[in-house]
């Protein structure tokens, strides 16, 4: 079946430095790709999202690149600060099908 | 603009028992679903549902069972419940089928 898996699933950066999480789908009818963060007891919050028609996009100190023909999307995050500090999922969504495919998650530690 | 509102919050059952989780989605948001979030397998999806139908249904059990009303609320049930079915039980809204979701901050269940 689909899936997408999610690398790597814990993440220590010393403040200030990049964070780079990496995702890889299956289903080629994938279109949208969004990237959810999580705080400890709270459910997940959009923070990013492309479309299959874009390779990147950025908002600040976030960005996401996506490569179509290798199936694989990355969040990438500059400057990190403490607060960044939380579980990252990535998801592929195909809207043929309604489906959304979560990653498993990658836990995020910004060391200040 | 109201959130996705979830519960309860917390619950305890015992094995064997049922449970039902309430959803009240976004105003304007047609399309609700729900997935499981345990620390192992990340998020699970559920089912999802669109103007009171069934759309979309993940690997789960037939103990799992949902349904939309009519204002888009939306309740899933979970009989004769396993130990394994202790988990974060999320619930998501978004407009239509453009896939940005948003989500509840999750109905915890414990059963003991």
């Known amino acids: 079946g689909e899936n997408v898996e999610q690398h790597p699933s814990t993440l220590s950066v010393q403040e200030g430095d990049s964070a780079v999480i990496k995702c890889t789908y299956s289903?080629?009818?994938?279109?949208?790709f969004p990237w959810y963060k999580q705080e400890l007891g709270k459910g997940p919050q959009l923070i990013i999202d492309i479309r299959s028609n874009v390779g990147e996009k950025k908002d600040q100190r976030i960005a996401v690149t996506l490569n179509k023909t290798a199936k694989h999307f990355s969040l990438h995050i500059t400057e990190t600060q403490p607060e960044d500090s939380a579980v990252y999922f990535c998801a592929a969504f195909t809207s043929g099908t309604y489906k959304y495919i979560f990653g498993t998650g990658t836990r995020l530690k910004v060391l200040a | 603009k109201a959130g996705v509102t979830q519960t309860p919050r917390y619950l305890i059952k015992t094995r064997g028992q049922q449970v039902t989780l309430s959803c009240s989605p976004i105003s304007g948001h047609r399309s609700v679903s729900w997935y499981q979030q345990t620390p192992g397998q990340g998020l699970q999806f559920l089912f999802e549902?669109?103007?009171?139908?069934?759309?979309n249904k993940g690997n789960f059990p037939g103990r799992f069972s949902g349904r939309q009303f009519s204002n888009s609320r939306s309740e899933m049930n979970v009989s004769t419940l396993e130990l394994g079915d202790s988990a974060l039980y999320l619930c998501?809204?978004?407009?239509?089928?453009?896939?940005?979701?948003?989500f509840g901050e999750g109905s915890r269940l414990t059963v003991l």
């Open positions: 549902y669109f103007s009171e139908t069934q759309r």
């Open positions: 289903d080629s009818a994938s279109n949208y």
């Open positions: 998501a809204s978004s407009i239509d089928h453009t896939g940005e979701l948003f």
